[in-house]
């Protein structure tokens, strides 16, 4: 069956919903996250939790990385009315920083997130989500400075992508 150009909307919005979340990870922007989700969301990890938990959650293990970084692949989307499914490909880096478990290294996700959106008050955001780990690897971080002069960005709104925004 054709998609419709409200389909295709709904799909670009969609998509938009899971970069903000990868965003809201990795800026540590508890503010945007909360915006991906409904209020009465469930996300499925390990156990069921909702949004609040999951948030709390996400600040504890986030926490113990120096740097996060979540890319997103694939994205496909599947829209009926105002439900849809999507599954996202994401890979994501979380930097350790050297400790009593050894040096400095990456700890690198493969994964994907099967959710199911729905369109409330003219909003699509997350109503359920499920994680799944694909595989995972552990690489050491090696000598060097490889950032090429760049200072790198913060883990909050201090970071360039919040500062040099258009108004």
């Not at 150009?5 to 938009?16: G, L, Q, R, T, Y």
């Not at 950032?147 to 500062?163: H, K």
Request: with cysteine; glycine share 8%.
């Amino acid at each position: 069956m054709p998609k419709t150009i409200e389909d295709v909307i709904a799909e670009s919005e969609i998509k938009d919903v899971h970069l903000r979340y990868c965003r809201a990870n990795d800026r540590r922007d508890e503010e945007l996250m909360r915006s991906c989700f409904h209020p009465d969301a469930v996300i499925e990890l390990h156990e069921p939790l909702d949004v609040e938990s999951f948030i709390g959650m996400g600040r504890m293990v986030l926490g113990l990385f120096s740097v996060t970084w979540h890319n997103t692949g694939n994205q496909l989307v599947e829209v009926k009315g105002d439900v849809a499914w999507a599954e996202h490909y994401t890979t994501s880096s979380h930097r350790s920083p050297a400790d009593d478990k050894g040096p400095e290294r990456d700890f690198i996700v493969f994964g994907r997130y099967v959710d199911r959106f729905e369109k409330r008050d003219g909003a699509w955001r997350i109503a359920k989500r499920k994680m799944l780990v694909d595989y995972t690897r552990t690489d050491p971080v090696l000598p060097g400075d490889a950032s090429m002069g760049s200072s790198g960005g913060s883990r909050d709104r201090n970071d360039p992508s919040y500062t040099w925004r258009l108004d």
